[in-house]
């Protein structure tokens, strides 16, 4: 596609319930990262993947938060029992690798999840 | 220490008044360096970059990379209202599997 796309662009759940937001990169992009930006703060990293695999998961804040991504395209971000305090703007990325490396991180439009 | 400093605002400016924007930064392997414009519930907006030490013009954006000093600015000239917006640096090592570093953002407000 042209540009990030994100789903759902606005997320209202009850605390306790399970949600999935959908995150599709760019065409041909191999890296993908997921970013969590709360009111008054930065952008918090949560997870990268390069292809299919997670090289780093070292962001996700605890076992109720997962991503797996699929044939090198779709990612989806999993909370399961949220919490109000996960209540935050879910933001996508993904990054084209030049010379083994990825620079100019391109962003989706983000998922706003409210945790009532 | 953050990896990142960028002071927060927010700023508030008449139009067409020069801009400047920072970032101080503590890891001397921060290779590549952007600057990032994000409107009101929207993503951010990749909006310059560079490898280099030295300035880089874009219109009425110049990106300024300082490595000795590990500090960047962003100017804008002539700024407008359609500039109101917030503004986060972010920097890379460019190893890989690289991860990106962001600054907590700078908030502009432009005024007519």
């Known amino acids: 596609g042209a540009g990030v796309s994100q789903s759902p662009s606005n997320k209202v759940t009850e605390k306790g319930k399970d949600v999935e937001l959908r995150c599709d990169p760019i065409?041909?992009?191999?890296?993908l990262y997921w970013y969590r930006q709360s009111l008054g703060q930065g952008l918090e990293f949560l997870i990268y993947?390069?292809?299919?695999?997670?090289?780093?998961k070292s962001g996700l804040p605890s076992d109720r938060f997962s991503a797996e991504r699929t044939g090198g395209s779709v990612s989806t971000l999993t909370i399961q029992r949220t919490q109000q305090e996960d209540s935050a703007v879910y933001l996508c990325a993904s990054s084209l690798e030049v010379a083994g490396h990825n620079e100019k991180l391109f962003f989706g439009s983000g998922t706003q999840l409210s945790v009532l | 220490q953050k990896e990142v400093e960028q002071d927060p605002g927010p700023l508030s400016v008449p139009e067409g008044a020069i801009v400047s924007l920072n970032c101080t930064y503590s890891?001397?392997?921060?290779?590549?360096f952007m600057w990032y414009r994000q409107y009101s519930r929207k993503g951010p907006e990749l909006l310059m970059y560079?490898?280099?030490?030295g300035n880089k013009e874009d219109g009425r954006f110049t990106a300024q990379v300082d490595k000795s000093s590990k500090y960047i600015s962003l100017f804008i000239r002539d700024s407008q209202p359609s500039d109101s917006a917030t503004y986060l640096c972010?920097?890379?090592?460019?190893?890989?599997?690289?991860?990106?570093?962001f600054g907590t953002g700078t908030s502009l407000t432009v005024i007519p």
């Open positions: 560079t490898y280099s030490s």
């Open positions: 065409s041909g992009h191999t890296a």
């Open positions: 890891n001397s392997a921060f290779q590549y």
């Open positions: 972010a920097m890379t090592p460019l190893n890989t599997g690289n991860q990106f570093y």
């Open positions: 993947f390069q292809g299919n695999s997670a090289p780093d």
